[in-house]
């Protein structure tokens, strides 16, 4: 009986042994899994503004910070923000899309335009010419200088292959929300989550800083888009010459 006994509990805390064994090992794959998902959240930042006005401590700052955060980070130089990489954004799927781009608004104030490294051509891009979903860009005063293609708010919605899966969108180039909220909305009706820019034109050297902070806000801190936003603008205040803000699309997010 005594033999049986101690046999009875070896097996006894044979089990006890498995179970603990399995319920570690379960622990282990989920935190694995969960690291997974963690890291296969991907972000970009677009970087057209490289060709006239170079950040590189801008750009390693705000990578820092994505990596930190779990993110894959891919970095595209103003030379690859042509008009078929705008086209396939979308089916590229960012999580995170940093637009550091030169934008402009045209003059009947309905359109916004987001800069290429493309020098127009008459004879690229007809079909988009000619539904008016690219057009001319000039750096500085309309007609003057070299002009470069431009994608608009129709591009986004028209042109654009697949569609976004709930990103949040950072357009840091001039009027992203001015005026009319129509690039807003193209952006997201075409799967975005959130979007957004600034409330006019804005220096590069302090979007550059607004969105670093931004960006802290949002991953470092776990802020809300209006938190951050709000955040950022008590920190570093107005674009200083244009007296723009950031804001967001839609209010309800």
């Known amino acids: 009986m005594r033999r049986g006994g101690r046999r009875g509990q070896r097996r006894s805390w044979l089990i006890v042994a498995v179970v603990l064994t399995a319920i570690f090992l379960a622990a282990v794959f989920e935190d694995q899994s969960s690291q997974n998902q963690t890291s296969g959240v991907r972000a970009a930042i677009v970087d057209q503004l490289s060709l006239t006005y170079r950040d590189e401590s801008f750009v390693g700052s705000v990578t820092t910070t994505l990596e930190l955060a779990g993110y894959k980070v891919d970095y595209y130089p103003g030379e690859a923000a042509t008009v078929d990489f705008y086209r396939s954004l979308p089916e590229l799927g960012y999580g995170l899309l940093i637009l550091r781009a030169h934008s402009g608004v045209h003059s009947s104030g309905d359109l916004l335009a987001l800069f290429t490294s493309e020098v127009y051509s008459t004879t690229k891009y007809l079909p988009e010419q000619l539904v008016g979903q690219v057009g001319r860009v000039w750096y500085g005063k309309v007609g003057e200088g070299t002009p470069y293609f431009g994608v608009n708010q129709e591009f986004v919605r028209q042109g654009m292959k697949g569609r976004f899966q709930n990103t949040l969108v950072i357009m840091m180039g001039c009027n992203g929300l001015s005026y009319t909220e129509a690039m807003a909305r193209a952006f997201v009706e075409k799967g975005a989550k959130i979007y957004i820019g600034w409330s ?13 902070h931004l960006v802290q806000h949002l991953l470092e801190e776990g802020k809300t888009v209006g938190e951050a936003i709000a955040k950022t603008m008590v920190e570093v205040g107005p674009d200083p010459l244009y007296n723009s803000k950031l804001i967001y699309y839609p209010s309800s997010s």
């Open 200 to 212: 006019g034109s804005v220096l590069g050297s302090h979007t550059d800083l607004a969105t670093t």
